[in-house]
């Protein structure tokens, strides 16, 4: 079973940073490929919605709404992301989850994971 550890998140005021970190791990077994790793929130009423996503090519993408103040960077030695957050708005108050797509344990397709959440509060 694959396992997200988020860390980071936590209070800021507008126009502030913050990171968000994401670790995949397995008990047992090697991760040998995954489509894509990013994070997702979901504003109250609402479907939880795709932030940035890291594509196993290196590609990255990005909702419209963090365009320019979100970066997503993969960490070159382990699988994991980190989302820096900069100019922070009110707008960005949110749990933000971690998600990773397309994994395959060895040959075995073992599907899509979710962290439980690390929450961003950002005060106007």
């Known amino acids: 079973q694959v396992q997200l550890v988020e860390s980071g998140g936590g209070l800021a005021q507008a126009g502030e940073s913050l990171r968000l970190s994401c670790a995949a791990t397995?008990?047992?077994?090697?991760?040998?490929?995954?489509?894509?790793m990013g994070w997702y929130r979901q504003p109250p009423g609402k479907q939880r919605e795709m932030v940035a996503l890291?594509?196993?090519?290196?590609?990255?993408t990005y909702a419209d709404s963090v365009k320019g103040r979100f970066t997503i960077s993969k960490d070159i030695s382990e699988l994991a992301v980190s989302l820096e957050m900069n100019n922070l708005k009110a707008e960005d108050t949110d749990v933000y989850y971690c998600?990773?797509?397309?994994?395959?344990?060895?040959?075995?397709?073992?599907?899509?994971?979710w962290g439980r959440g690390t929450q961003v509060t950002v005060s106007s």
């Open positions: 890291f594509a196993s090519g290196g590609s990255t």
């Open positions: 397995l008990a047992t077994g090697t991760i040998s490929g995954f489509t894509s």
């Open positions: 998600k990773i797509e397309g994994v395959y344990i060895g040959s075995f397709f073992a599907g899509n994971y």
